[in-house]
């Protein structure tokens, strides 16, 4: 079933040479094979109306198919991108794909045996675009009925119907599932496609560097590109093939999507403004600048291997693709209810063709659905182009992602996450009920966990859903899912904190607290987790409305600067206090909203807040029940909260 | 010498019928003249070599030239403007600019009789440029030695071109020195050239929406733009006159311009991704998205009224102007030392062409050379275009910065400002002369000044320069450069607070204390100050770093959380204090890093600085000289500190 083969030398280099195809890491030699997925007899239907047949499909695949054929990774490749993911096309020459034979598949980075997406572990499939003109049917193929190209008769696609096409080519390779679908840029919207489509057939979704739509601007850079094409005098309304195809018009439509593909930052350190050494400033029109120069060579070389109608069709398939539209109409929120696999949304700081605020959005759609997400920004200066070039952090991410267990008792919940199949939260207790809870835990210092996170995992019952704020690199949420199943959600700002989440196949929002949790939805989460974080918000007032809006409980610790040795400490040094819970000086601490514990006594009556338990830690190690008079013992606390009516209560 | 005239309508309306051209606060119907800067015998010589005359320049001109010559505001116009800047042309129809019937000059909104350039006391003057095709000689013009439009045989023309044929225009109307040139976009590059270029003949310089040079990004858009005009089979390399002119490239190019001149942000919120109405969705690769139609509409109206070839020349000269280049030999820093006028640079947060951090690179610079500088940066959703769109915000700064005093002892300084001639810092007093020092400055509240504005006001000696750091809305450098005639310049966050500031006539820098002071250089004023600001930074240490490099002294005041008021509350409430110098909530608090004078006393010691001498609030409106004693007792603190050799020194 393996296209890639690993057969020797086909021809490609001298015979006994060393070639990269060779290298242990490398898919080696492929070879594309083809299937006919509709016939004129009984054409492809299009989502737009159309219909066109026969659809012949070129598609490569490595690795090995598992006997129990769950092993499948679908890669979606983007616009200029085609089936040819990894390896050296054995075929480069016969076929006159030349520019094959300089490099290899344009994700062999990423795709091979031992790397990221572990040829050894996966069944990797990848099958051109139809429209495309790398190896499917597509404008520039014979139309049965005139036996001349179709040109601008070929019906328009969408990224619905590449998902279409994909799921055919599966069937007849007798996939029925996938562990996982990924894809970048026009490739990452069909992944979310397949999420929303096909939940049925997807067990995880990786999406990169795409948001659910394109932007306004987006919309307005490919009409342009298209005009050029359009405007270019060999065009001919399409029909050029025989002649000299629209070149410079194409040439120019790559030009400028490729600005789009670089940041600013990125394109200025690459290039500046560098003038070429061969040219004489101040000449005139030509090329003067090293951007010139290098959007030229892309043009040029771009023209040589794609085809200027199926640049028309696929930009409008990326123009007309709206997941909120087609799947929610016109909400995201509704459209993301459809989804079932898990899913890794990873943008890119830099990327403005697909702005990491539009992957944010459809990650918070998910989260809103009470559906476990994990988002990723990673800082990058290479623009939308990084999901090509941050090879060292995109592979990191799809290794710990393409992993992580699916069935069983995991982080992701135990069952489909639906708030009706959670577990009823605990009963409250009454006041009384309180004194005479069980002791409080016994506290072991393993050099692992935080006094708190020990506390908290007793705290919470099995199986009951967690949204940490401040999570850090997931441990607390690792916890606590080994030892009660519960379905953990955190939310972490540190990028490398939140790359150790994924690690630990902790869902993880990378985000701010204090911005960041509007996709949650009220009453989601059984318990929200604020540890020792509180103290370092911009808001901290905010985030504990947040906490309340979307939890049914809260959990919070903190620093006490009310305790007796802080408080001796200011009074005998006249400094503020450095040491036990707050270690830092004054001027480096992260703690920016000291408080104490009546501080937060007040807040939580003034905001209808009831404080059902807490513990305190009265001693390098000592931790009790709290206390009324801990606001002078304790060195820190931890207090469970939950809302109340209008009347506020004082439970302690 | 006006343009203007006021004259009574001149047949565009009916008879008695009004017209907005009547508008009290319009310029009124107005009429170009044209002046002849160069001769075919004596030609204009270009910036790279090449010559060309005649050279007949159409200007406009409004409001009436003072006696005294000095009430000239040379206005410098952008890519597609022209020197009909305001009112409604009188000629539109006679000179077939039919365009000009529909709308007045491009900047009307701004200039007026009351208006921010208000032509009551402004004479205002705008030239066409050279090259352009709205009434200067350029490639359209006929070339003299042939007979026929020069078409690409016209010189490569520059910003420095323009600025030397303005400076020719003025030579001709008399005029030898600007109160004002401003300029945005391109007239923005004008504007920087101008001031430094001619430093002796400009008192002002107004930056709009530039930057010293363009950015990669913004040559990449230029090249592809100018690539879609000469592709256009009707360029016929530039020799169109005559013929069809390749209006669709220049469609094309003027399309993708106005996407760099919008935001994403202000296009999503123009257009989202709304088809239009009379369009059948998903038929093809015509117009269906409001944006495209949108911009289909720019393109077209450009035609009308724009010749390619200036196309090509224009942006090529936006290509080529780097004002470090050109006058520092790559420095900017080195090439904002010949700027002497005042200078006020404004950018828009959202304007990615022209992006505030390069806006923002040239008030650094301008500051690396100890010179006050007026930075602002405007938000807004309207990108470059905002410098048109904002109209309040900038006919508020215009306004403002015009009508600043230009001579006698201001904020701007007594004299220009170099360091040499500012008066030498007091003599170090000995640690006994401190202590014999006279008595602390009577405290008077006035509703309008802290204490320690009185306190710092009397410690800067007559003619010391003082940068403010977080200096609000500029009243207490107003009041210092009042009683002292200080040279003064604040640095400040807050956009309201900045706008303040320039009304006031205080030099301020919007920004980030705790990012933006790399423009200081070392040493560059006699006094930083830090009045109640320290606190409420994230990294107050790096502040203090930076306020001692930078100045000479640093003046610092605080409050005390030693305070015994703060202690007692402390310990008798169990909750963070509130009141007097702390007047708030724990959770609302913009103090985030609180100390006390002792924690200051250490970092002052570890870090080799000298308190020289303090001041303290002990009680409502009692202000002492700092005792030892009033770790305990002060409310509030104030310090003058400076740097020391290694052995640090106690001196209270």
């Not at 070929?154 to 096409?165: A, I, R, S």
């Not at 940490?468 to 606590?480: E, F, N, Q, R, W």
């Not at 906490?547 to 305790?563: E, Q």
Request: aromatic share 10%; with cysteine.
């Amino acid at each position: 079933m393996s296209g890639a083969g690993h057969t020797s030398n086909q021809g490609q280099a001298p015979a006994g040479a060393w070639h990269p195809a060779n290298a242990p890491d490398c898919v080696g030699w492929t070879s594309a094979k083809t299937v006919r997925i509709a016939t004129a007899a009984r054409p492809f239907r299009t989502e737009l109306g159309g219909s066109v047949g026969p659809v012949d499909v070129e598609y490569e695949t490595y690795g090995e198919l598992s006997a129990a054929r769950d092993n499948v990774v679908l890669i979606a490749h983007a616009l200029s991108g085609d089936a040819h993911v990894a390896g050296w096309d054995a075929d480069a020459k016969r076929t006159g794909r030349l520019w094959r034979m300089k490099k290899p598949g344009w994700w062999d980075a990423v795709v091979g045996p031992g790397k990221a997406i572990d040829t050894r572990k996966y069944f990797v499939v990848c099958a051109n675009v139809l429209g495309g003109c790398c190896g499917a049917t597509g404008p520039s193929s014979p139309n049965p009925f005139t036996g001349k190209p179709y040109s601008l008769q070929f019906p328009m696609v969408t990224v619905g119907d590449w998902v279409k096409q994909q799921a055919a080519l599966l069937d007849e390779l007798g996939i029925e599932r996938l562990h996982a679908v990924v894809g970048g840029s026009l490739g990452g919207q069909q992944a979310i496609e397949w999420a929303m489509s096909r939940p049925d057939r997807v067990d995880r979704c990786i999406v990169l560097a795409a948001t659910p739509r394109l932007s306004t601007q987006g919309l307005a850079f490919n009409a342009i590109g298209r005009r050029s094409i359009i405007n270019d005098p060999d065009f001919k309304n399409g029909e050029y093939y025989g002649s000299a195809p629209p070149s410079s018009g194409l040439a120019a439509a790559r030009m400028l999507a490729h600005i789009t593909y670089l940041s600013e930052a990125g394109m200025r350190e690459k290039f500046g403004r560098r003038a070429k050494d061969d040219v004489c400033p101040g000449c005139g029109f030509g090329i003067e600048f090293e951007v010139e120069s290098y959007l030229d060579r892309q043009g040029r070389s771009f023209v040589e291997r794609f085809d200027a109608n199926s640049y028309l069709y696929i930009t409008r398939a990326m123009d007309y693709y709206d997941a909120a539209e087609k799947w929610g109409g016109g909400s995201l929120e509704e459209a993301a209810s459809r989804v079932s696999s898990r899913v890794m949304a990873v943008s890119f700081d830099s990327d403005w063709l697909y702005p990491p605020e539009g992957m944010k959005e459809f990650a918070q759609a998910l989260a809103r659905n009470g559906k476990p997400v994990t988002y990723i920004n990673v800082p990058s200066r290479y623009g939308h182009d990084a999901f090509l070039v941050e090879t060292e952090t995109v592979s990191r991410l799809l290794r710990d992602f393409l992993s992580a267990e699916n069935g069983g008792a995991s982080i992701w919940g135990v069952r489909p996450v639906r708030r009706e199949t959670a577990p009823a939260p605990q009963p409250q207790p009454s006041p009384a009920a309180v004194a005479r809870e069980d002791d409080p835990p016994a506290f072991t210092s393993n050099g692992f966990l935080r006094w708190q996170d020990k506390v908290i995992i007793d705290e919470i019952p099995e199986g009951a859903s967690v949204l940490d704020l401040g999570c850090g690199d997931g441990k607390l949420l690792s916890a606590i899912s080994a030892s009660k199943g519960a379905r953990g959600q955190g939310v972490e700002i540190d990028i490398r904190a939140a790359l150790d989440c994924v690690g630990r196949n902790a869902p993880v929002f990378h985000g701010d607290i204090e911005n960041g949790l509007a996709g949650f939805p009220d009453d989601s989460f059984d318990y929200v987790v604020l540890e020792e974080t509180l103290q370092t918000l911009r808001r901290p007032d905010e985030a504990l409305r947040q906490m309340l809006r979307i939890g049914r409980r809260g959990i919070v610790s903190f620093p006490n600067f009310a305790n007796y040795r802080v408080v001796h400490d200011l009074m005998t040094s006249g400094r503020m206090p450095v040491g036990g819970a707050l270690p830092y000086q004054w001027h480096e601490t992260p703690n920016i909203h000291l408080f104490t514990l009546n501080d937060f006594r007040d807040w939580a009556a003034r905001s209808n807040v009831r404080i059902v338990k807490g513990y305190a830690l009265v001693a390098d190690g000592v931790v009790r029940k709290l206390s009324p008079s801990d606001n002078m013992y304790a060195e820190e606390i931890l207090v469970v909260v939950e809302k109340t009516g209008p009347a506020p209560e004082y439970l302690i």
